[in-house]
């Protein structure tokens, strides 16, 4: 998947917004900057289907050898489905972050929280300034 039309959130999650029957979609995940920060990956908690998620706050969790990290939700809604095959494919988030590495997909309720994003050449810039 090409990244020219993804947003990103500071804390390292990536947003795809699609329309469906009226109400926006963000599909979710981690980028491929923060998923090789995090290097060997061991675990994944995923959110739960059906509960209600504000953007800037936690919905799960990933675990490398070397860190525990929090996913933080980058827009507010309902989550209405998680990518269940990932946490026994965690390689499918290295090999591919922006496709089937999806961590899950949210029913936005408020979009104000989508200004807050960047795109990818912001992400980038702050990526770089990271180090």
Do not use: Q, R
Not at 22 to 49: F, M, R, W
Not at 66 to 76: E, L
Not at 125 to 130: G, N, P, Q
């Amino acid at each position: 998947m090409s990244t020219d039309n993804l947003l990103f959130a500071k804390t390292h999650e990536w947003v795809k917004v699609e329309e469906s029957d009226g109400a926006k979609i963000a599909t979710v995940g981690i980028s491929s900057h923060a998923i090789e920060a995090l290097n060997d990956l061991v675990y994944l908690e995923l959110p739960e289907v059906g509960k209600e998620v504000t953007a800037g706050e936690s919905f799960g969790e990933i675990e490398s050898v070397k860190a525990v990290s929090d996913i933080y939700a980058p827009v507010t809604g309902e989550v209405l489905e998680a990518n269940t095959a990932l946490p026994d494919n965690l390689d499918s988030l290295h090999e591919d972050a922006y496709d089937n590495g999806w961590i899950a997909k949210i029913k936005i309720s408020d979009d104000s929280a989508l200004s807050d994003l960047m795109d990818k050449a912001a992400y980038d810039k702050m990526c770089e300034e990271e180090g």
